[in-house]
């Protein structure tokens, strides 16, 4: 598990990129489910963590490509390949992230 930030630190409705290899961006959504994917949209190299949060799904900055956070997939052209989804556990009010062991799309 790869310590993330404390949840306090995270609020709603925001992202945090995590510099791992490769990047992971956590997302705490407004009705206050995290999630964890790949940073990198799989259309052009841009981080997710800077685009916009809404609902499960997060639209990528560069293009308006759109992923949804639970499944990775995408929902929004011009992407065609989704992302990695990777584990989220908040323990002693500690965000960590497991990093899915799928190879990348």
């Keep these: 598990m790869i310590p993330v930030c ?10 945090f990129r995590l510099d791992a290899e490769p990047p992971i961006a956590v997302f705490h ?12 949209c799989t259309h052009q190299d ?26 990775g997939k995408v929902d929004s052209p011009p992407a065609k390949l989704p992302v990695r989804t990777h584990t989220v556990v908040v323990e002693d009010d500690t965000i960590y992230v497991i990093p899915s062991q799928e190879p990348q799309p």
Aim: a negative charge; charged letters at 30%; glycine letters at 8%.
């Design 29 to 40: 959504t407004e009705d206050g489910e995290i999630y964890a994917i790949d940073d990198t």
């Design 46 to 71: 841009a981080s997710l963590a800077d685009g916009w949060l809404e609902g499960c799904e997060v639209e990528c900055p560069l293009h308006a490509s759109r992923f949804d956070l639970r499944t």
């Design 6 to 15: 404390p949840l306090r630190s995270l609020p709603r409705g925001e992202a």
